[in-house]
């Protein structure tokens, strides 16, 4: 089978061919439809992450696949493929088939495009849990959304929208973003001084999610109502946060982090209620699709963010 190789840390995957797995008892066979290229992936690889597989090592921690040899699901099923180490310390979805254990599978609506399926999980969930449990965006509040043409932006807005928000505002930090956020979004385009001068110095808004961190945060902050919420999930614009604490006590604006890595059952729990919004479509997920062939090139797109949406490799062609 062919597959999407890591050799070195640092270094991308290279496309080769290679022995298909066989499966063990309580193992599963499947044929990869659609794997996810994530930032967890990329930052497995670069050797930097607590999370060292031995290498070679196939990545790829979320895939939507077809059982081809199972004793638990029936042949042709359409089943999710994640977790139990998968594309972490074990070999992943970057490939034509992957045996993992079945606890690792769960079968979906076959409704459900593969490669949608293959990436929905982690934003949506994310985006879910942000707007809803952390933030509890209420019907008739003004919502901002940081980084709103992103995966993870993306589904807040329209789940804020969801909620009952009067409005939702996308800030994005650059003009040729604005077409991948969401129908029903107002767009501010601008970071550091030039979007403050764009949101102006009085609030707007009652609750920010914010996917980017970075110089927008700061402004945006200062545009929220005193007592507001601020649920800060990502920081791909930068890292640290300087807070003014005598301002920032007065405007009374809590800021709630969204750390999913305790969230596990909760993602499990709002899957199938996902699946079934996407399905009808309530929420929708922009996918780019790439060849195996051309995974090197998709994860150089990811790091200088010009995907649109999750990107995704099909590895069959």
Not at 62 to 86: M, N, P, Q, Y
Not at 151 to 170: D, F, H
Not at 236 to 246: A, I, N, R
Not at 284 to 310: C, H, P
Request: one cysteine or more; proline letters at 5%.
């Amino acid at each position: 089978m062919r597959a999407a190789v890591l050799h070195a840390y640092g270094e991308s995957p290279v496309v080769e061919e290679v022995d298909t797995p066989i499966r063990a008892e309580g193992e599963t066979l499947v044929k990869i439809e659609a794997a996810a290229l994530g930032h967890l992936d990329m930052t497995v690889a670069s050797g930097t992450f607590g999370v060292k597989p031995t290498l070679p090592h196939i990545g790829g921690t979320d895939g939507a696949a077809i059982v081809v040899e199972s004793d638990t699901f029936e042949i042709g099923s359409k089943v999710l493929v994640r977790g139990r180490g998968i594309g972490l310390f074990k070999n992943g979805c970057w490939a034509e088939y992957v045996v993992v254990k079945d606890s690792a599978l769960r079968s979906f609506d076959v409704g459900l495009d593969p490669a949608i399926a293959a990436t929905f999980f982690l934003p949506s969930t994310t985006g879910y849990v942000a707007v809803n449990d952390v933030a509890q965006v209420q019907a008739g509040e003004r919502v901002i959304i940081a980084g709103a043409s992103g995966a993870v932006g993306a589904m807040a807005a329209q789940l804020a929208l969801l909620a009952g928000a009067s409005e939702v505002i996308g800030v994005v930090p650059r003009e040729d973003q604005v077409a991948l956020v969401p129908k029903g979004v107002r767009t501010v385009v601008g970071r550091g001084e030039a979007l403050a001068e764009l949101l102006g110095t009085e609030p707007i808004a009652d609750v920010l999610i914010d996917t980017l961190g970075g110089d927008i945060l700061p402004h945006l902050l200062k545009v929220i109502v005193p007592g507001g919420r601020a649920a800060l999930v990502g920081y791909t614009l930068g890292t640290e946060l300087l807070v003014d604490l005598p301002n920032w006590l007065l405007s009374d604006v809590r800021l709630l982090p969204v750390n999913m890595m305790r969230q596990g059952d909760r993602q499990a729990e709002l899957a199938p209620k996902l699946i079934e919004l996407l399905v009808s479509g309530e929420l929708v997920l922009t996918v780019q699709r790439f060849a195996l062939d051309d995974i090197a090139d998709a994860l150089t797109s990811m790091r200088e963010g010009k995907v649109s949406g999750r990107a995704v490799v099909i590895p069959s062609s």
